[in-house]
């Protein structure tokens, strides 16, 4: 599970360099699926994995606005600044955990769920490598090669 997660943030930063070389008109427009577009999808990453995290340690959530980080800076700069908190939590998480219950409260539709910690988990894990996905097929639509998806050879297993 730690390897997974240490995958995702290195395809995630490996993301924000490749929209380095993209015009922001390119990375705001709607796409018409998932989340809406390209900066819109790495900013719902960020803020859904560190949501979830929340959820579990008690945490205070983020407001989710993405009006207020629609730019590369300020999406690479919210998961900088996130990512020292996600990460203590899960390379600090043990398999012992996996069964502990977690209850989430849902503002929107006010509605409260009950699920295991390696569940929330797992799901953040699929979750990251679902819009992943989306954005590869974007990345070609723009006439782009889009970011390697291996895990192979990205020395996380060093």
Same mark, same amino acid.
């Given at each position: 599970?730690?390897?997974?997660?240490?995958?995702?943030?290195?395809?995630? $930063? &490996?993301? /924000?360099?490749?929209?380095?070389?993209?015009?922001?008109?390119?990375? @705001?427009?709607?796409?018409?699926?998932? #989340?809406?577009?390209?900066?819109?999808?790495?900013?719902?990453?960020?803020?859904?994995?560190?949501?979830w995290?929340?959820?579990?340690?008690?945490r205070?959530?983020? $407001? &989710?606005? /993405?009006?207020?980080?629609?730019?590369?800076?300020?999406?690479?700069? @919210?998961?900088?600044?996130?990512?020292? #908190?996600?990460?203590?939590?899960?390379?600090?998480?043990t398999?012992?955990?996996?069964?502990?219950?977690?209850?989430?409260?849902?503002?929107?539709t006010?509605?409260?769920?009950?699920?295991?910690?390696?569940?929330?988990?797992?799901?953040?894990?699929?979750?990251?490598?679902?819009?992943?996905?989306?954005?590869?097929?974007?990345?070609?639509?723009?006439?782009?090669?889009?970011?390697?998806?291996?895990?192979?050879?990205?020395g996380?297993?060093?």
């Open positions: 599970m730690k390897t997974l997660f240490q995958y995702n943030w290195q395809v995630r $930063d &490996d993301w /924000f360099s490749w929209c380095e070389t993209v015009p922001e008109g390119d990375l @705001l427009k709607s796409r018409g699926a998932g #989340v809406g577009g390209i900066l819109k999808t790495l900013f719902h990453i960020v803020a859904v994995e560190y949501s995290i929340c959820d579990i340690t008690g205070p959530d983020l $407001d &989710d606005d /993405f009006e207020a980080h629609a730019s590369l800076e300020r999406v690479v700069s @919210l998961s900088r600044t996130l990512h020292p #908190v996600v990460g203590d939590f899960v390379l600090n998480w398999d012992s955990r996996h069964q502990e219950k977690v209850t989430v409260y849902h503002p929107r006010g509605q409260q769920e009950t699920f295991r910690e390696g569940e929330i988990l797992d799901h953040i894990i699929a979750h990251e490598i679902h819009h992943i996905g989306q954005l590869s097929v974007w990345a070609r639509e723009l006439g782009r090669e889009p970011v390697t998806a291996n895990l192979i050879r990205r996380i297993y060093n």
